[in-house]
C-alpha cells in the first residue's frame, strides 16, 4: 500500500490484495461486497468501483467512530484520490463528494500538507455556500495541525469564507479560531497584518450574544497582533458584560497587560481599575493595577493589601509578589521585602535577582556576611560580567565585549579611556558582522540578550555613567577609586550592542523567529522599546526616531499605538515639540486624548528665563569657597585633597503668566515647563510620576489638558523645583528649600508677597516652617490636583548646591528657634554615631560590630530621624564628633560647630561632595573612611550596593573623631 498522500494513478489488483492482506492481519473484515471485491481483481478496475469502494471505506470504517486507526484512514486517502484522479472531464473532487472526509483523515494522519495544497487549488470554489462544509473542515484540520505551512492556506480559506462573512454566520467562530492560531504561528510580519484587518471587522460585533463563543480566541488574536484599539474595545465589551464569563478573567486580564505594558493612559487605567474590582482575586489584573498605580506616585504600602491576597496557588500570583517585593526593596520597607520574598521562597518562585535582594536586606540582621567579614573572608566586588545562560547563543559573538569590560574602569587603570573607547568600537563591528550567521535565534533569545545587556549597562560600576553633568566639575581621583569617564565608555559600549542586537532582530526576514512561545509582536515591540531606551541614555535621538520610522514600515500598520508612544519618547528627548504637537492635534480625536494631551519644551532655569524674556536679579550670592577633607584607604593611609565648592546665587524673577500643576511644575507660554539641574534629575525621571503627566523626555513632556484653571491674582512667590512632597528627603529640604524660605523670610520678601506651598508636604516639614517662623497668613496653600494660573508671581530660582549664606541664616533661625545662640560656637562634648539601621540602601555589612565600637568609645547611637528637628539642632550643635555611614542625617552638619571632626564610612568606589561641602561651610574637619563593595553584589548599582568596612580601621578613625590626632 502506498506510504504517502500522493494520489494514486491506478489502485488496481496489487493495491487491492495488499489491503486485503492487512485487514485480515487485522481481523477486520473487507469492507464492501463480495461483488465489489472481485471487480478489483479485473486487469482495468471501472471508476465507479473505486469511487464505491471509497463511500464503503468512509461508512464501515470511518463514519461516527472517533478512534479509528492510521492504516484504515490511510487506505481510505488512497481510495478517495484514486477515484479523484479519474473523475470525467467536469468533475470535481468537491462535486463528487467524500472531500468532506477525505479533509478529516488527512488531518487525523498529520498531513499538513495535502491539506494546505487542497485549501489553496480550491480557495475559489470554497468560496461558494455549496462547500463550506469543506472550507470549514479545512480551517479545522489546518488549525489543529497549526505550524507555518498552515498559515497561508488558512488564510486563503478566510479570504474565501471572508466575501459572504456576516456577524451572524454560524461559523465565525471557527474562523476566530483560526485567525488566533495565524497570530500564534506566524513568524513574519505579512500574516499578522491580514489577522489585523480582520480584527478591525470583528471587534464591533463582540458585544453581540453569540460572540460569547470567540471572544476568547478573538482577544488571543488582538493581543498577538498587539492590536491596542480592538483590546480596549473588547476590554469595554467584557466589563460591560452584566453577566461576565466567569472564565473570562484570564482574556480580561491578557487585553489588559498588553494595554498597561504597551500603551499605558488615562482610558486604559480606567478600565483596569473596573477589572480589578470585578475580579480582585486574578492577579494579572492586579499587577497591572499596581503598575499603573506605581508610575502615578503610589507608595508600596498603597499598593501591598490587594496583592497580598492573592491566592498562592494561582499560576500567576508568583508574578504579582515577585512586582510586590521589588517596589518594597526600592522603598526600603523591609519588612514587606523580606516577607514577601519569603512567600516566594515557599513556593520555590525565588530567582536569583530576588535571592539577590533578600541577602541584601540579611545584611541589617548581622547574618552569615557579617560573620565571614569578621573572619577577613568577604570577598570585593569584580567587573561586570557577561552571564552565558543569560545570552544563549549571543555569548559567543559577545565574549570579545565582556573582554574588555574585564578591565575595571578605575581611574589608575592601565587601559585609557581612548583605548577603552576604540576596543568598544572593534568589538562592535565585529558582532555586528556575526549576527547575520545566527540563524537560529529566537526572538525570546535577543529579547533577554538585550535586558541582561541592559541591566549590565544600569548596574555595578556601569551605573556611574549616568553621573555625567550631575556635578559642574569633574569627578577625581579624590572622589573615588571609580573614572566617570571610563565607566560611560564601557556603559555606552554595550548599549552599543543592545542597539545592533535589536536593530538585526527587528530587521531579519523572519522578525517573529520561535513562535508562538518564542515570539510575539509584543516581545518585537518590547525589542524596540528597549533599543529606543539604550538610544536614549546615549543621546541618540534622531537615529532613534529613524530607527523607529524603518520599523513601522517593515510593521505595515501593526503595533501602530505602541509606536506611537515610543515614538512620542524620542520626539520628547530630540525636543522636536512642534512635530510633536502636529502629530497630537491630527490624533485629537482618538479616545485617549482626554481633555486634550498638551505638548512642552523643557529647559533649565536660564535657557527658561531666555524663552520667557524675564530678568533675573539677584537677591544673594556666594563665591566658590575652597576646602579640604581627608581620605583613609582601604590600607589605612590617609591622604588630604582640596576641593572648590560651587558658587550659588539666589535670584528673583516676576511673571505674569505662570501656570503651576502636579505641585512641582512651572510652565511658561513661551519657555514650557521648568526643568530641574541634572543634580536633581539623579532622583528620578522629571516630571515626576502624578496622573496628568502622559510622557516625558529630556527635551519636553506631554501632559494631559488642565481642566479648568484657578485665577489667583494675589502677589505670590513660587519657589523653582518644589520636589518636596516627591522626594521627601532631609537634605534637599533643609538646604535646598527650607534654606531659601528663610532667605525671602529675612530679607522681607514675604512681607508684600504670600508664598506659594503645596499641602501635600510631610508633617516634619510643617513643622519646620513653623520652626523658622513663617506665619501661616503668609502662606497660599494648594494641592496637587489643583491647576493654577497666576497673574503676579515672583520666582525664587532653583538651589542645587549648598550656599554659605543661606546655609548661614537657617543655621541661626533654627539655633536660636531651639534656645541656643547662634554667635556662641563654642566646640561641643558629645559624640554621636549615625546609625542606619532602617535602611536597605547602602547597607554596611559590619553595621553593628562598628556601632558596638563606637559605643564602647563613648559615641551615642543616634537615629536622627526619631528626633524633632529642634532637638536635632540641640544635638548636633553640641556635638565635637560626629560618625557613621553617609546618609541624610549628616545634613545635621550644618548645626554642628566649628572644629568638629566627621566622619564618614563608605565605599572607596565613588562619593559625591554633598556632606564635605557643609563641613566646608562650618570649618569642620571631615574624613572619609574608604571601605570595600563585597561580591556577588554586581548587578546592583554600586551607589547602592553593600559593602564591607575594616573593623580595625574603623576602631582607628572613630578614635581619630573622639580624640584627635
Not at 498559515?151 to 480559506?157: E, M, T
Not at 573572608?377 to 565585549?401: I, S, W
Not at 510575539?520 to 525589542?527: K, P, R, V, Y
Not at 541634572?678 to 528620578?684: D, F, N, T, V
Given at each position: 500500500m502506498s506510504s504517502t498522500h500522493a494520489v494514486v494513478p491506478a489502485l488496481g489488483r496489487l493495491w487491492f490484495n495488499e489491503l486485503s492482506e492487512r485487514c485480515a492481519k487485522e481481523g477486520v473484515p473487507l469492507p464492501g461486497p463480495e461483488n465489489l471485491h472481485q471487480k478489483f481483481n479485473q486487469p482495468e478496475v471501472p471508476p465507479a468501483a473505486r469511487g464505491k469502494l471509497a463511500q464503503v471505506m468512509h461508512v464501515e470504517w470511518v463514519k461516527g467512530r472517533a478512534d479509528v486507526p492510521a492504516w484504515q484512514l490511510q487506505a481510505l486517502v488512497e481510495a478517495i484520490e484514486a477515484w479523484w484522479h479519474l473523475l470525467p472531464e467536469g468533475s470535481t473532487p468537491l462535486t463528487a463528494g467524500?472531500?468532506?472526509?477525505?479533509?478529516?483523515?488527512?488531518?487525523?494522519?498529520?498531513?499538513?500538507?495535502?491539506?494546505?495544497?487542497?485549501?489553496?487549488?480550491?480557495?475559489?470554489?470554497?468560496?461558494?455556500?455549496?462547500?463550506?462544509?469543506?472550507?470549514?473542515?479545512?480551517?479545522?484540520?489546518?488549525?489543529?495541525?497549526?505550524?507555518?505551512?498552515?498559515?497561508?492556506?488558512?488564510?486563503?480559506?478566510?479570504?474565501?469564507?471572508?466575501?459572504?462573512?456576516?456577524?451572524?454566520?454560524?461559523?465565525?467562530?471557527?474562523?476566530?479560531?483560526?485567525?488566533?492560531?495565524?497570530?500564534?504561528?506566524?513568524?513574519?510580519?505579512?500574516?499578522?497584518?491580514?489577522?489585523?484587518?480582520?480584527l478591525d471587522r470583528l471587534a464591533p460585533h463582540a458585544s453581540r450574544p453569540d460572540a460569547r463563543g470567540w471572544l476568547a480566541p478573538l482577544t488571543a488574536a488582538a493581543v498577538r497582533c498587539a492590536a491596542l484599539p480592538v483590546l480596549r474595545q473588547l476590554a469595554e465589551t467584557m466589563l460591560d458584560d452584566e453577566e461576565p464569563d466567569p472564565g473570562g478573567g484570564f482574556s480580561l486580564a491578557a487585553a489588559l497587560e498588553t494595554l498597561g505594558e504597551l500603551a499605558p493612559s488615562p482610558s486604559v487605567h480606567a478600565l483596569v481599575t473596573r477589572a480589578a474590582k470585578l475580579w480582585p482575586k486574578q492577579p494579572s489584573v492586579q499587577v497591572e493595577l499596581a503598575k499603573l498605580k506605581r508610575a502615578e506616585g503610589a507608595t508600596v504600602q498603597q499598593l501591598a493589601a490587594p496583592l497580598l491576597a492573592l491566592e498562592a496557588t494561582h499560576p500567576a500570583t508568583p508574578a504579582a509578589w515577585q512586582l510586590l517585593a521589588e517596589y518594597a526593596f526600592h522603598d526600603g520597607d523591609i519588612a514587606l521585602a523580606k516577607e514577601t520574598y519569603q512567600r516566594l521562597a515557599e513556593l520555590g518562585q525565588l530567582d536569583e535577582q530576588s535571592q539577590l535582594r533578600l541577602d541584601h536586606l540579611s545584611l541589617h540582621q548581622g547574618g552569615t556576611a557579617a560573620a565571614a567579614s569578621a573572619a577577613g573572608?568577604?570577598?570585593?566586588?569584580?567587573?561586570?560580567?557577561?552571564?552565558?545562560?543569560?545570552?544563549?547563543?549571543?555569548?559567543?559573538?559577545?565574549?570579545?565585549?565582556g573582554l574588555v569590560l574585564a578591565q575595571a574602569p578605575r581611574h589608575d587603570s592601565p587601559v585609557s579611556l581612548a583605548d577603552t573607547e576604540a576596543r568598544c568600537r572593534q568589538t562592535l563591528a565585529a558582532f555586528e558582522h556575526m549576527l547575520p550567521a545566527l540563524d537560529g535565534l529566537t526572538l525570546a533569545e535577543a529579547g533577554q540578550a538585550a535586558s541582561h545587556l541592559w541591566a549590565l549597562a544600569n548596574s555595578g560600576a556601569l551605573d556611574l555613567a549616568h553621573w555625567e553633568g550631575v556635578f559642574p566639575f569633574e569627578i577625581g581621583p579624590a572622589f573615588g577609586t571609580l573614572d566617570g569617564h571610563r565607566c560611560r565608555a564601557q556603559c555606552q559600549g554595550v548599549l552599543q550592542h543592545l542597539v545592533?542586537?535589536?536593530?538585526?532582530?527587528?530587521?531579519?526576514?523572519?522578525?517573529?523567529?520561535?513562535?508562538?512561545?518564542?515570539?510575539?509582536?509584543?516581545?518585537?515591540?518590547?525589542?524596540?522599546?528597549?533599543?529606543?531606551?539604550?538610544?536614549?541614555?546615549?543621546?541618540?535621538?534622531?537615529?532613534?526616531?529613524?530607527?523607529?520610522?524603518?520599523?513601522?514600515?517593515?510593521?505595515?500598520?501593526?503595533?501602530?499605538?505602541?509606536?506611537?508612544?515610543?515614538?512620542?519618547?524620542?520626539?520628547?528627548?530630540?525636543g522636536r515639540i512642534d512635530t510633536l504637537r502636529a502629530e497630537l492635534d491630527a490624533a485629537h480625536s482618538g479616545a485617549d486624548t482626554q481633555r486634550g494631551a498638551e505638548a512642552w519644551p523643557m529647559r533649565e532655569w536660564d535657557d527658561w528665563l531666555r524663552a520667557e524674556g524675564l530678568t533675573a536679579h539677584p537677591l544673594l550670592h556666594d563665591e566658590p569657597l575652597v576646602g579640604q577633607f581627608d581620605v583613609v584607604d582601604t590600607t589605612g593611609r590617609v591622604r588630604s585633597h582640596a576641593h572648590e565648592m560651587v558658587g550659588t546665587t539666589l535670584s528673583l524673577a516676576r511673571t505674569t503668566d505662570l501656570r503651576v500643576r502636579n505641585v512641582h511644575l512651572l510652565?511658561?507660554?513661551?519657555?514650557?515647563?521648568?526643568?530641574?539641574?541634572?543634580?536633581?534629575?539623579?532622583?528620578?525621571?522629571?516630571?515626576?510620576?502624578?496622573?496628568?503627566?502622559?510622557?516625558?523626555?529630556?527635551?519636553?513632556?506631554?501632559?494631559?489638558?488642565?481642566?479648568?484653571?484657578?485665577?489667583?491674582?494675589?502677589?505670590?512667590?513660587?519657589?523653582?523645583?518644589?520636589?518636596?512632597?516627591?522626594?521627601?528627603n532631609y537634605y534637599h529640604w533643609m538646604v535646598l528649600t527650607l534654606a531659601r524660605i528663610q532667605a525671602l523670610l529675612s530679607r522681607g520678601i514675604l512681607k508684600t508677597r504670600k508664598l506659594l506651598l503645596p499641602r501635600e508636604l510631610t508633617g516634619w516639614m510643617l513643622s519646620s516652617l513653623h520652626d523658622i517662623g513663617l506665619d501661616e497668613t503668609r502662606v497660599r496653600w494648594y494641592s496637587a490636583e489643583d491647576d493654577l494660573r497666576l497673574t503676579d508671581a515672583v520666582i525664587a530660582s532653583p538651589s542645587e548646591f549648598a550656599s554659605a549664606t543661606m546655609v548661614e541664616g537657617l543655621r541661626r533661625r533654627l539655633t536660636q528657634a531651639a534656645g541656643l545662640d547662634p554667635d556662641a560656637e563654642t566646640p561641643g562634648d558629645r559624640l554621636i554615631y549615625l546609625a542606619r539601621r532602617g535602611e536597605t540602601r547602602r547597607p554596611m555589612v559590619e553595621a553593628e560590630q562598628v556601632i558596638n565600637i563606637a559605643e564602647a568609645l563613648g559615641f551615642e547611637i543616634v537615629a536622627a530621624e526619631t528626633l524633632s528637628l529642634l532637638d536635632q539642632v540641640r544635638l548636633f550643635a553640641s556635638a565635637r564628633g560626629i560618625a557613621g555611614p553617609p546618609g541624610a542625617a549628616f545634613t545635621n552638619l550644618m548645626w554642628a560647630p566649628p572644629g568638629a571632626r566627621v566622619l564618614t564610612i563608605f565605599k572607596q568606589d565613588i562619593n559625591g561632595p554633598t556632606f564635605f561641602d557643609l563641613s566646608f561651610l562650618r570649618g569642620q574637619q571631615h574624613r572619609w573612611l574608604q571601605a570595600r563593595s563585597i561580591a556577588g553584589f554586581e548587578s546592583v548599582s554600586i551607589v547602592t550596593s553593600p559593602f564591607s568596612v575594616d573593623v580595625d580601621l574603623a576602631r582607628r578613625e572613630l578614635q581619630w573623631v573622639r580624640d584627635g590626632e
Open positions: 467524500l472531500a468532506p472526509a477525505w479533509v478529516r483523515a488527512q488531518g487525523s494522519l498529520g498531513h499538513i500538507e495535502p491539506l494546505a495544497e487542497a485549501a489553496l487549488r480550491w480557495q475559489e470554489q470554497l468560496a461558494s455556500p455549496d462547500h463550506e462544509a469543506v472550507a470549514l473542515g479545512l480551517l479545522r484540520q489546518l488549525r489543529r495541525l497549526k505550524g507555518e505551512a498552515s498559515i497561508g492556506p488558512s488564510l486563503a480559506l478566510i479570504d474565501a469564507l471572508g466575501q459572504r462573512w456576516q456577524p451572524e454566520a454560524s461559523w465565525t467562530q471557527e474562523m476566530v479560531g483560526t485567525l488566533a492560531m495565524v497570530a500564534r504561528a506566524a513568524e513574519t510580519l505579512p500574516p499578522l497584518q491580514r489577522v489585523a484587518a480582520w573572608t568577604l570577598p570585593e566586588t569584580g567587573t561586570p560580567v557577561l552571564d552565558p545562560a543569560q545570552l544563549g547563543p549571543l555569548a559567543e559573538p559577545l565574549a570579545a565585549l545592533a542586537l535589536c536593530r538585526h532582530a527587528v530587521r531579519r526576514e523572519r522578525p517573529l523567529l520561535g513562535a508562538p512561545g518564542d515570539a510575539s509582536l509584543a516581545m518585537l515591540l518590547d525589542l524596540l522599546r528597549q533599543q529606543l531606551d539604550a538610544q536614549l541614555a546615549m543621546k541618540q535621538a534622531d537615529e532613534a526616531l529613524a530607527d523607529l520610522d524603518d520599523a513601522a514600515a517593515r510593521l505595515g500598520g501593526l503595533g501602530h499605538t505602541a509606536l506611537a508612544a515610543l515614538r512620542e519618547r524620542a520626539l520628547l528627548a530630540a510652565i511658561g507660554t513661551q519657555g514650557g515647563v521648568l526643568k530641574p539641574h541634572p543634580w536633581h534629575l539623579q532622583m528620578g525621571e522629571f516630571p515626576y510620576p502624578h496622573p496628568n503627566v502622559l510622557a516625558r523626555g529630556a527635551g519636553g513632556t506631554v501632559l494631559r489638558g488642565a481642566g479648568l484653571w484657578k485665577r489667583l491674582d494675589e502677589p505670590l512667590v513660587v519657589l523653582a523645583n518644589m520636589d518636596a512632597p516627591f522626594h521627601r
